[in-house]
Each structure stands twice: as C-alpha cells, then as structure tokens.
C-alpha cells in the first residue's frame, strides 16, 4: 500500500504512529516499509467480514494498546512530529500533565475557534461549549494515566481482515484518555460494539460513570468535523455539551 501525505509532517506522523501501536504488541497494524516527506508504503490489509468473537477479541486488545501508556498526555509517539494532523485537520501534540486542563487547551478550543473563524459555530453558541471546558474538572470522572491511544478511531480505520483479525490504520497517536478512543467508535458506529466493549471491559474495566462522559469525549472529534465538513456537525457538538451541562 503506498500513500501520499496530506499535509507537512503528515507522513512521518502516521509512520511513527503506526510504529508505536506496533509496539505495544496489543493490536494489528499494517507494517511500515518506508516513508520519506511526501509518500508512505506499508503492507496492505486483505478485509473480510465482520464478526461477534473478532470484536470480543479486539476490545481485549484495545485495552491492552491503551494499558501500554504514554508519557503524558499530548505526547507524540516517538520521533513523531508535534504538528500532526487528525485526517485533514491539523493536531499539535503538546505534552500536559493534567487531563481535562490538557483536553480543553489543546483539544476542544483549538478547533471550537476553527470553527467560529470560519462561521460553523455561532460566537454565542461557543459559550456554551466553553463552559464546559470550565468544568472539565468536575465533569471528567476518576483521573486516570495517559493512554496509548490511536487516536482516530472511527469506523473507516478497524479494519476487518480477510485473516479474522482486526488491523486498525490510519491513526492520529498520541497520550490521551482511554474513554476518547472508545467514544470515537460510538460516534461514527461499528459493527458488534457491544462485544467490543465485553471484551474491554473484561480486561480492563471502566471507571464508573463512563457511559455518562461518552459526549465530553466526543466534543473533540465532533468539533474536528465541524471545521472540515459543517453546520450538521456543529449542532451535534453543541448538543452533547448542553447535554454534560445539564448532567
């Protein structure tokens, strides 16, 4: 599989995410062969069809990925560039010790203003989601280390392989919250996510009140879709932090 970049650092981000999920020794990723400023060639992953034990099975892994860890929040994997990019979008990978001060400065804000510059968010409707950046705090659950996480999560990027297993591509890596991952495949949907999270939580169980936190989560890449694609996203943003406002 060859691939062209997106962006400046775009390449080099994804090769060095794939090597560190690599290295977790938890999940499936497409070996890389090479890359240099513009171009990536990894192996490519024959799909096939979803099925229930595949999912219990990658949830198990997933968790394995997230336990593996990273040095801080916002950090990048290792050799990895801090202004790397989640799809289109540009990401920085700046290191925070704290979760929800971290998730706000770097995650929520930096595209709610994207988002308002270019009239996706109506400047009163920030307020609201600014709020919730105020109360990330209280709203964001137990503190928990820094995840080893993908970091794009969506549907598009598990793929089903033709071998039985689940390979995931395309990642955005980078020291975060476990639940974001988690979040993301709810988001954008995926086949058997109910055995999916079976098998997480069998190995490694969630705090209490996670399910309730799906939407703080969300907030990132709800937002990161606001800036590239519209309104539609926007008012699902807007939607889900009126709904952690009001609990």
Known sequence: MVKHGDGPGAIRAEATGLRWLADAGAVRVPAVHGHDGQWLVTDRVP??????????????????????????????????????????????NVPGADWPHWYAEHRVLPYLRGAVDNGTVRRPEAAVIERVCAHLPELAGPAEPPARLHGDLWHGNVLWGADGEIWLIDPAAHGGHRETDLAMLRLFGCPHLDRVLDGYQEV?????????????????????????FGRGYAEQALAVARAALTG
């Open 204 to 228: 490694a169980p969630l705090a209490d009140g996670w399910a309730d936190r799906v939407g703080l989560h969300q907030l990132f890449p709800l937002l990161v879709h606001a800036v590239l």
């Open 47 to 92: 799909t096939g069809r979803p099925n229930a034990g595949s999912a219990a099975r990658f949830g198990r892994e997933l968790a394995a990925l997230h336990a593996a860890g990273a040095p801080a929040f916002g950090a990048a994997p290792p050799g990895g560039p801090e202004d790397a990019y989640i799809g289109l979008a540009p990401m920085r």
